[in-house]
Nanobody, 115 residues
Framework: QVQLVESGGSLVQPGGSLRLSCAAS????????MAWYRQAPGKQREFVAN???????NYLDSVKGRFTISRDNGEKTMYLQMSNLTSEDTAMYYC?????????WGQGTQVTVSS
């Protein structure tokens, strides 16, 4: 059973930076797609960024130029580097990993952007 554990969320001031980590129980080469999603209070979960096994990436328009998703297929941890954070980025951030058998989710890590 694949397990994903997110970490790195915290309270940060507007304009600040954070790096989120998603630690997987397996080496990342087995996931053809990995992604970050987020869910703010009272809102639906939304896509933030993804990266496939060939390291091609996609981003939510509002995070382009501020967030960077990365992975190393030989390792077990995926990252989301976030900079120039705003209050609109406040949410629970979830890691998702997809294999041919389905998609797996972590439990989330909270990011709060506030002064």
């Amino acid at each position: 059973q694949v397990q994903l554990v997110e970490s790195g969320g915290s309270l940060v001031q507007p304009g600040g930076s954070l790096r989120l980590s998603c630690a997987a129980s397996e080496r990342l080469w087995m996931f053809y797609m990995m992604a970050w999603y987020r869910q703010a209070p009272g809102k639906q979960r939304e896509f933030v960024a993804n990266i496939d096994s060939a390291y091609r990436t996609n981003y939510l328009d509002s995070v382009k130029g501020r967030f960077t998703i990365s992975r190393d297929n030989g390792e077990k941890t995926m990252y989301l580097q976030m900079s120039n954070l705003t209050s609109e980025d406040t949410a629970m951030y979830y890691c998702q990993a997809t294999t041919g058998l389905g998609a797996y989710w972590g439990q989330g890590t909270q990011v709060t952007v506030s002064s």
